[in-house]
């Protein structure tokens, strides 16, 4: 398997525009997590979804952001209208079920860079 | 509020020393405790999950401890090599139902000199 595939791997845009990251979770996988990363705050969970349904969308920082999953093998993130405090690093990341529901290995994607000028 | 902190911040050793990077937590109820490694311009790695039952889960060179009286972790790195240097992240789930919460400590860099 390719691994978790996001696109595109860098974006700038200028403040105002629409965004929309990409990511095709690993084949097989029914949890599917989006996270942003940035200096000042680290590591953050925006939204899961479990077998495409959103689970828990608590740390989606504004009504700006919305992300979907129309099918088990893509979904998107998307920013409108996005602002320069949205720059950051937008990481896709999946799992499966196993035994232990959620808490299994989660893959990471290789990242989406963003720039909001 | 949960909280995970972790230090060091960084850390620079020399290749082929040990080093011991340190989290805490404050999180309840606990689900499981994550170590990852995350290279510069990379996704984050799972190094290893630990349950409160677990005390000690090794990955190769890697080492992580546990104690859930005391809410610490700790990450072994035996005999570094120049690729361990990245940042550690530890990660504390919360469990609640057939939710769960992830709580991210800040990490440590860790450089590793020739």
């Known amino acids: 398997d390719a691994g978790v595939i996001q696109s595109p791997r860098h974006e700038v845009t200028e403040m105002g525009q629409e965004v929309t990251l990409r990511c095709k979770p690993i084949s097989g996988h029914d949890y599917l997590f989006w996270y942003r990363q940035t200096m000042m705050r680290g590591l953050e969970l925006l939204i899961y979804?479990?077998?495409?349904?959103?689970?828990?969308d608590s740390g989606m920082p504004e009504d700006r952001f919305s992300a979907k999953m129309p099918n088990a093998s893509f979904s998107t993130l998307k920013i409108q209208p996005s602002e320069p405090r949205d720059s950051a690093v937008y990481f896709c990341?999946?799992?499966?079920?196993?035994?232990?529901?959620?808490?299994?290995?989660?893959?990471f994607g290789p990242g989406t860079r963003l720039t909001v000028l | 509020k949960n909280q995970v902190e972790q230090s060091p911040q960084s850390l620079i050793i020399l290749e082929g020393k040990n080093c011991t990077l340190q989290?805490?937590?404050?999180?309840?109820?606990?689900?499981?405790l994550r170590w990852y490694k995350q290279d510069t311009g990379r996704g984050p790695v799972s190094l290893t999950i630990?349950?409160?039952?677990?005390n000690t889960k090794s990955n190769g060179r890697y080492t992580a401890t546990l104690d859930a009286d005391t809410k610490q972790s700790s990450l072994h790195i035996t005999a570094s090599q120049l690729s361990d240097s990245a940042s550690y992240i530890c990660?504390?789930?919360?469990?609640?139902?057939?939710?769960?919460?992830?709580?991210f400590g800040s990490g440590t860099q860790l450089t590793v000199l020739p």
């Open positions: 990660v504390a789930v919360v469990s609640s139902g057939s939710a769960r919460q992830l709580t």
């Open positions: 990341a999946s799992s499966d079920l196993g035994t232990t529901r959620f808490d299994n290995e989660q893959f």
């Open positions: 630990m349950t409160f039952s677990e």
């Open positions: 989290c805490n937590y404050t999180v309840s109820p606990f689900s499981n």
């Open positions: 979804f479990n077998n495409n349904v959103p689970i828990d």
